[in-house]
């Protein structure tokens, strides 16, 4: 029985494999990333040994346990259910837990929670990178070809790739030309965006040039971007509520309008998947 519902949903999803074990990696993602934050709330002294590092990362644990494992969830049963948009948009939640626990490993001090933080980024990677070799790019190619507005979209992938390009650079420089110490936080941040930007401005690229890999990674990281700002307005809403900080009204209104102006292409994405019918349905009908 199993294999038959295995077979079967390999034929009303663009995949080229089963992907039980990226649900079963996924599940073990989502009780780690449960119990590490869960250790970071609660336990944040002993986890987060000074006030910098608890301002920063004990808000990415709230966000982690109210917004990532939630569309984690989400992600992984909508694909359960043979939909592609949770296909789609599940590698978009791994990355962005990639880039959360990138920051953890390179802006925490090393502790018995660093095995921990590694083993999740490690995972992480897996799935990631199994789940786009499992895509059958091509068929999902062929069904947003024309319906996604590929320039447009590519555009402000490369846009944005190279505006976290000038962030990493900006951090560090004004770091070195006026001597002054980046918060390990911010320089960890940083170091996550770095490894993410060449993906933005490359899968932009492909996007443009109607290549496969960019109609499968585009979804994934406009996905990504909306949950990385979502995150940031939680995060200026939490940290004032949990530490001493002071809301920052001129930042939040901007991650607002980012949001706004950012979002339009991934709602075009969405109108994209959802108006356009699977070609594998439609031959399983024939």
């Avoid at 979209?153 to 390009?165: E, K, Q």
């Amino acid at each position: 029985m199993v294999k038959m519902n295995n077979e079967t949903r390999q034929k009303n999803l663009p995949i080229k494999q089963s992907l039980n074990i990226y649900y079963i990696f996924s599940i073990i993602i989502a009780i780690l990333v449960a119990g590490t934050s869960f250790l970071g709330i609660f336990y944040s002294s002993i986890v987060f040994p000074t006030a910098e590092l608890r301002q920063g990362f004990m808000v990415t644990d709230v966000i982690n346990l109210i917004l990532i494992i939630p569309l984690l969830i989400l992600t992984m049963c909508l694909t359960l259910y043979e939909k592609m948009i949770g296909l789609l948009f599940w590698p978009g939640v791994i990355m962005m837990i990639t880039y959360h626990y990138t920051a953890y490993v390179f802006g925490t001090p090393i502790s018995w929670i660093s095995l921990l933080y590694f083993t999740i980024l490690v995972i992480s990677v897996y799935v990631l990178i199994g789940l786009f070799v499992s895509i059958d790019g091509e068929q999902v190619r062929n069904n947003l070809s024309g319906l996604v507005f590929e320039k447009l979209s590519g555009w402000i992938l490369v846009i944005f790739g190279f505006f976290i390009f000038l962030r990493f650079y900006g951090v560090f420089a004004n770091s070195f030309f006026n001597q002054k110490i980046i918060s390990v936080f911010e320089s960890s941040t940083a170091i996550a965006d770095f490894f993410l930007c060449p993906t933005w401005i490359i899968c932009g690229i492909l996007l443009m040039k109607k290549k496969t890999f960019g109609y499968i990674g585009a979804p994934c990281l406009f996905f990504n971007l909306l949950m990385l700002f979502i995150g940031l307005l939680v995060y200026f809403i939490i940290t004032p509520i949990i530490t001493n900080a002071s809301f920052k009204t001129i930042d939040f209104i901007i991650i607002s309008i980012m949001t706004i102006i950012f979002n339009i292409p991934f709602m075009l994405f969405i109108r994209g998947i959802l108006k356009r019918k699977l070609n594998i349905q439609t031959k399983n009908n024939e």
